[in-house]
């Protein structure tokens, strides 16, 4: 998922008011069910287009990107366009609050195709005041030469793939880039977009502690309003996993290391102003990825494009949608078949429960307890609330359930608690 509009008013909560520890209880079968259905408002309605090229595969990623040497830009122009026509016919009457360029590296689009594309969104769906137009970009000198048309073209802000300040962890993690065109792009950014956003990678090879707690405080001190910040992971697949099961990938923290490299990034964001909003992303007030907080907040997204995935409620109810992974047979079947989709797979009152409470307890708001109660056809069972909180893994503030610090990196077992 990338880095969406403030979330709709979550209209479950007035549905299920008085209702106490038996929230759910007492309504019936069919009210319950027209509620669920209307779940995703609570979340608000966004647009995932995946652009799957890379200029290179860098050995830590597991997303679906490719490297081609040679595009024919307007052939796939003519098929996102056709896509973005079918979804906004699927979703007609819905207001759009955000759309995401992903990928892969959507900053090698030309920006007469960003402009086409989010010209024809504009005229396919009602958008918001203050639609978001999140583009990811890499921070190459070529690539940050082409902001000025990427804003012209509508975008308003900008996620940059710095994910380090040092040189020799840019060779390592496979970047094209080095820290000095990584901070001349972020100024160029800046000057271009209201909001920019970049990425750090850390728990990376032989560092320290201290050397993290340096290279986060040089990143804050850039003036950014939101960071997210990754730990480094071993994917399955990626070249970075051959390298580990060789035993050539020395160096990375044990899991006691990788805790204290997350409390320090905890603690040097809240001290700067940026709290950490969800587990890895932190944000100034006001500053949060929008259309992040679709994802987290559970609700509806359109995702077009290879391997692109989407949550979408048709009818009455929710659907798993999931795209060709491959660019050539996605744009095949978008100009044979007139879609791009594998298929969509109804999700289950339960399944959506487990998925609303992982999401969202990823957040520092947490989640809706009526929200997730009429999603799971029950109560929360409250001596599982009690262990919960007596363990010290979640706070009750209101109609809210909020995972602490500790809960936070024990999340599995929460949910397993709260979705049962």
């Known amino acids: ?60 990623c597991d997303f679906n990107s490719h490297v081609a040497a040679t595009i024919d830009e307007p052939r796939w122009e003519r098929a996102f366009l056709a896509e973005i026509d079918r979804c906004a016919e699927l979703t007609a009457g819905r207001v759009l609050g955000s759309v995401f360029f992903g990928g892969g590296t ?93 990425d750090l990678i850390y728990a990376r090879q032989n560092q320290t502690p201290a050397a993290w707690r340096a290279e986060l405080n040089a990143a804050l001190a850039l003036a950014v309003d939101h960071l997210s910040l990754y730990q480094l992971t071993v994917e399955p697949g990626t070249a970075f996993a051959a390298r580990h099961a060789a035993g050539k990938l020395a160096g990375l923290p044990d899991e006691d290391r990788a805790v204290a490299l997350w409390e320090i990034t905890q603690e040097a964001c809240a001290a700067a102003g940026l709290p950490g909003y969800e587990i890895s992303n932190h944000a100034r007030e006001g500053a949060q990825s929008r259309h992040n907080l679709v994802y987290w907040r559970y609700g509806d997204y359109a995702g077009i494009g290879p391997g692109a995935h989407g949550r979408l409620t048709l009818g009455r109810q929710r659907h798993a949608t999931e795209t060709h992974r491959m660019p050539a047979r996605w744009l095949e079947a978008v100009e044979t078949a007139g879609h791009g989709e594998l298929g969509r797979v109804p999700i289950a009152a339960r399944d959506q429960a487990e998925e609303y409470a992982l999401l969202a307890m990823r957040l520092a708001e947490g989640l809706d307890r009526a929200r997730l109660e009429t999603l799971r056809g029950a109560p929360i069972p409250g001596e599982a609330l009690d262990a919960l909180r007596q363990d010290g893994l979640i706070g009750i503030a209101g109609p809210r359930i909020v995972a602490t610090g500790r809960g936070r990196l024990l999340l599995d077992h929460l949910i397993a608690r709260l979705a049962a």
């Not at 880095?3 to 009210?31: S, V």
């Open 106 to 198: 959507p900053s090698l689009m030309a920006p007469r195709t960003v402009h086409a594309l989010l010209e024809r969104v504009r005229r396919r769906w009602t958008v918001a005041n203050d639609l978001e137009v999140t583009l990811e970009a890499n921070p190459t000198s070529v690539e940050a030469g082409r902001f000025a048309g990427y804003a012209d073209a509508g975008v308003n802000r900008v996620s940059l793939g710095v994910q380090a300040l040092d040189d020799g962890d840019l060779r390592r993690l496979g970047r094209l880039h080095t820290a000095a065109e990584a901070r001349a792009a972020f100024e160029i950014a800046r000057a271009q977009f209201g909001r920019v956003s970049f």
């Open 1 to 60: 998922m990338g880095d969406g509009p403030a979330a709709a008013q979550d209209e479950t909560a007035p549905c299920l008011a008085g209702a106490g520890a038996g929230a759910g209880a007492g309504i019936g079968a069919e009210a319950a069910a027209a509620t669920a259905a209307e779940d995703w408002k609570a979340g608000g309605f966004g647009l995932y287009i995946h652009w799957p090229f890379c200029q290179a595969k860098c050995p830590y």
